[in-house]
C-alpha cells in the first residue's frame, strides 16, 4: 500500500524566477566548484553575462560521481509511482516555466523563438516519454531443457550514468538522456558545455530538486574538457557515459571508454544530404532546404549539409532557393519574426568563415553573401559544389548552403553517401515509392522523404552510423540503453549432475 501511495516530496517553488545560476548542484548540495578558472556564461547577441560560475575539478567529479553511487542504491528500488511522480512533477514544472526557460534558451543560447518553442516542445515530449519507463522495465521468464529449473530475465538499471552535451540544443540533448536514465532508475553527473550551462545543466538541477528528486540522485559538472574532460569519462563510478557532439572528440571518449570496459552512446557528426530528385516538387523542396538549412542559424547536428539537386531541375532551384533565402529575416533572436539569430561565439562563426573561404577558393561559385553584424552571420550560399570540396566534406554548423549537382537518383545516392559520416538525410520527390525505395540505400540512420532532416520524436530510434555514432536515444532504444538484463535461474528440485 505503501508504494501505491508513495509520492515525491517536492520543495516549495522559489518565487519568481530560478537564480543561484553561479553555483552548481554536487553531491546534494549547490556550491561553486574547486578550480581556478571561471567560466563566464555570456549572451551571443547582446554580449551580457549570464552567469559567472568557478568551474569543476576532477575532485568535483569525483565527489558527485560516489555521491552518486550511493544515491542511486536508494534510488534504484524506490516504487515505480516514486521515481514516476518525480518526472512527472518535472514535466509540470517545465510547463509552469515554459516562458522562463524558452526565455533563457534566446538568451544563452541565441535561439529565435520559433527555435526555442520547438526545442522546449521537443523536452517536453522526451520527458512525457520517459515518465512511462518505470513501468516498462519488462523481464520474461524463458524456456530451459533443465527438469524443476525456471530461467527468469530481470531487467534494471545501468547504475551511474555520465551525460556530456553539447550547446547547439542544449536543453533537448540533455534531457534525452538525463530524464531516461533517470527513469528507469540510474543516477546521473551532467556535464553541460560551457557556453550553455545553464539552458544544458543547471536548470535541470533546478526543476528536479524542485520535483522531489532525492540529494544526490543528479548533479551538475560545469568545467573544460581540458580540466575535467577525461576524468569525467575514465572514473571508475559510471557504468555508462553518453555524448553528443564533434565525431573528433567522440572518438577519444569511446577510446576511454572501451579502455575501462564501459557502455557509450554517441551521436557525433553530421553531414546531412538533402536530395532534390528531377520529378520533386520545386517549392516543396525549396522549403525544405531553407528551413532544414537555416533553422537555427544552421547549428543543429541533423541540419542539411549538402543540397544535392538534379541537374534537370537545378537551375530553376537555386533561383527559387536564392529568393526565398534573400527573404529571411535575421538579426535578434527576441524578436518573433527573427529566423536567423547570432552563431554562438567568435570562434564558432571565425570557423565558418574558414571553411567558406577554403571552399570558395576550392572553385564554388558565390551565389549570396554579405556583411554580417556582430556573431549574426549573412546567409551564405554556394554554387558548383563538389563533394571533394571543404564545406561538403565537413560538418558546416552554421548558414552556410552548398549546393551540389547530380545526374539523375543513382547519381545523388552516390553523392550523398560519398562521406564518413551517417547521421539524417533528407529526399524530395514526387514518386514515394521510389523515395522510400532510395532511402533504405542512404548510409544513415535516419532519412526522410519529403521533409526536412532536422526530425526527433521522443518514441522513436535517434543515432547515426558511420562515423556519426552509436547507439540510440528515443522511445524503447534509449530504454534498452540505460538498463541491463540480469539472468536468473532458480533449481526447484534437486538436480541430477553427471558426476
Known sequence: MQGILARPETQQPSSGRYSGFDSMPIAGQWRQGRSQKRIQDVDPYRGDVLASITGATADDVDEAYNKAAEAQRGWAPAPLQFRRGVVLRALEILNERKEEIIDLLIREAGSTRAKAEIEFGMTHEYTMEASTYPFRMEGEVLPIGVPGKQSRVFRQPVGVVGVISPWDFSLHLSNRSVTPALAAGNAVVLKPASTTPITGGLLFGKIYEEAGLPPGVLSVVVGGGEE????????????????????????????????????????????????????????????????????????????????????????????????????????????????????????????????????????????????????????????????????????????????????????????????????????????????????????????????????????????????????????????????????????????????
Open 228 to 499: 575535467i574532460g577525461d576524468p569525467f569519462v575514465e572514473h571508475p563510478v559510471p557504468r555508462m557515459v553518453t555524448f553528443t557532439g564533434s565525431t573528433e572528440v567522440g572518438r577519444n571518449i569511446g577510446m576511454l571508454c572501451g579502455k575501462h570496459l564501459k557502455r557509450v552512446e554517441l551521436e557525433l557528426g553530421g553531414n546531412a544530404p538533402f536530395i532534390a530528385l528531377a520529378d520533386a516538387d520545386l517549392d516543396q523542396a525549396v522549403n525544405i532546404a531553407v528551413v532544414g538549412k537555416f533553422l537555427n542559424s544552421g547549428q543543429i547536428c541533423i541540419a542539411i549539409n549538402r543540397i544535392i539537386v538534379d541537374k534537370k531541375i537545378h537551375d530553376q532551384f537555386l533561383e527559387r532557393f536564392t529568393k526565398r533565402v534573400k527573404a529571411l529575416k535575421w538579426g535578434d533572436p527576441m524578436r518573433p519574426e527573427t529566423d536567423m539569430g547570432p552563431i554562438i561565439d567568435k570562434k564558432q562563426f571565425d570557423n565558418i568563415r574558414k571553411l567558406v573561404d577554403e571552399t570558395v577558393k576550392a572553385g564554388a561559385r558565390v551565389v549570396l553573401d554579405g556583411p554580417s553584424e556582430g556573431l549574426v552571420m549573412h546567409p551564405v550560399i554556394l554554387a558548383d559544389v563538389t563533394n571533394d570540396m571543404p564545406a561538403a566534406k565537413k560538418e558546416i554548423f552554421g548558414p552556410v548552403a552548398v549546393i551540389l549537382k547530380a545526374d539523375g537518383g543513382e547519381d545523388a545516392l552516390r553523392i550523398a553517401n560519398d562521406t564518413q559520416y551517417g547521421l539524417s538525410s533528407a529526399i524530395c520527390t514526387r514518386d514515394l515509392w521510389k523515395g522510400s525505395s532510395l532511402a533504405k540505400r542512404i548510409e544513415a540512420g535516419m532519412t526522410h522523404v519529403n521533409d526536412i532532416s532536422v526530425q526527433d520524436e521522443a518514441n522513436s530510434p535517434f543515432g547515426g552510423e558511420k562515423q556519426s555514432g552509436l547507439g540510440r536515444f528515443g522511445g524503447r532504444w534509449a530504454l534498452e540503453e540505460f538498463t541491463t538484463v540480469h539472468w536468473i535461474t532458480v533449481q526447484e528440485t534437486p538436480r541430477q549432475y553427471p558426476f
